[in-house]
């Protein structure tokens, strides 16, 4: 197997191992669905770009969400330079039950929770979304290029803001 097949296996795998998880990074980012499969194709060619120069200092996890942190925070920078902000819907989340009064709540949840994730500041949002990710503060902060006090910091006061956030949002019963 040769160089540009290797790299091709490897891509390939990433690209299954982390798929979900960057769809999800994605549309923390983006509203707009389209907008959301551009920032995703932008941040697969940089992993496919960036693979030959992987030399195994951090996990594939950690590199991969690096080059994904990195592609989302430029393509936000542009979109705010560019035009403002569109109020679109994100994606329509998967139903987890077939109720559908259940199902409904749960969207409504999810997308609360998804437009509060995207209305924080640039610095916030890369910390929660990185820790929804499963990262560790450590992976986090080596991703961001931040200390790991900083990353803590940074998801106290996201959590604040997105217990503002979303206790502004919930109908008085």
Not at 107 to 123: K, N, S, T
């Amino acid at each position: 197997m040769g160089p540009a097949e290797s790299r091709e296996v490897r891509c390939v795998r990433l690209l299954q191992e982390h798929d979900r998880a960057l769809r999800r990074l994605a549309s923390s980012y983006e509203r707009d669905h389209s907008k959301q499969q551009d920032l995703l194709q932008d941040i697969w060619l940089a992993v496919w770009q960036a693979l030959p120069g992987f030399r195994g200092d951090c996990s594939e996890r950690t590199f991969v969400f690096r080059i994904a942190h990195n592609r989302s925070v430029s393509h936000v920078d542009y979109s705010q330079r560019r035009r403002a902000e569109t109020l679109d819907a994100a994606a329509p989340i998967e139903a987890a039950t077939p109720d559908p009064e259940y199902s409904l709540s749960q969207q409504q949840r999810h997308e609360r929770l998804r437009a509060a994730v995207q209305d924080l500041p640039i610095a916030l949002r890369q910390v929660v979304v990185l820790t929804l990710e499963g990262l560790s503060n450590a992976e986090a902060a080596d991703i961001i290029g931040i200390s790991e006090n900083n990353v803590a910091v940074r998801l106290t006061r996201a959590r604040a803001a997105l217990t503002r956030a979303l206790g502004a949002s919930r109908e008085p019963s």
